[in-house]
């Protein structure tokens, strides 16, 4: 690998971390731990394990299609970078803001970004859109798991 490749890998390892960080700053603190939850919610332990190896995926997925289409494929890495940044706001509206009722529709979006991510990697290289199929299923259960959590708790309110 030449330098620019090396360069390539730093900026998707790079745009991935900073969308994982959303989840560091906007920590589940009191008020997530006193709401109702579903029986089947993963457990705490489970988040940041899966959601380290989410984004090592999804920023080896990218750096693969970058490796074959370069800046020829403008539309494909800006409905990349829009789902990370979706993907780093739902932290936020969940966490950050109590606004799990924003953070469902974050999370749908979300959903529907890393369905056109998918569709847009395939053609360029269908491993990497593989590699990004975790990443959704894992989505799919949080947005199930958001809606649950609303349900469960029609007077959450913000703080």
Do not use: C, H
Request: net charge positive; no cysteine; proline share 6%.
């Amino acid at each position: 690998m030449d330098a620019s490749m090396w360069i390539a890998v730093a900026v998707f390892v790079g745009l991935n971390f900073v969308a994982a960080s959303s989840g560091g700053m906007f920590k589940p603190g009191a008020w997530y731990v006193a709401l109702a939850k579903p029986g089947w919610t993963p457990p705490n332990w489970a988040f940041p394990t899966v959601w380290g190896l989410l984004f090592a995926l999804n920023a080896w997925a990218g750096w693969m299609v970058w490796e074959v289409a370069g800046t020829s494929r403008p539309l494909t890495f800006a409905v990349y970078v829009v789902s990370l940044m979706l993907n780093a706001g739902w932290s936020w509206l969940f966490f950050g803001r109590r606004r799990m009722d924003l953070a469902l529709i974050d999370v749908a979006l979300l959903w529907l970004s890393l369905v056109a991510v998918i569709a847009l990697f395939w053609p360029v290289r269908p491993f990497a859109a593989l590699l990004v199929a975790p990443y959704l299923l894992w989505v799919t259960i949080a947005a199930l798991l958001n809606l649950r959590m609303i349900q469960l708790n029609p007077r959450a309110q913000r703080a």
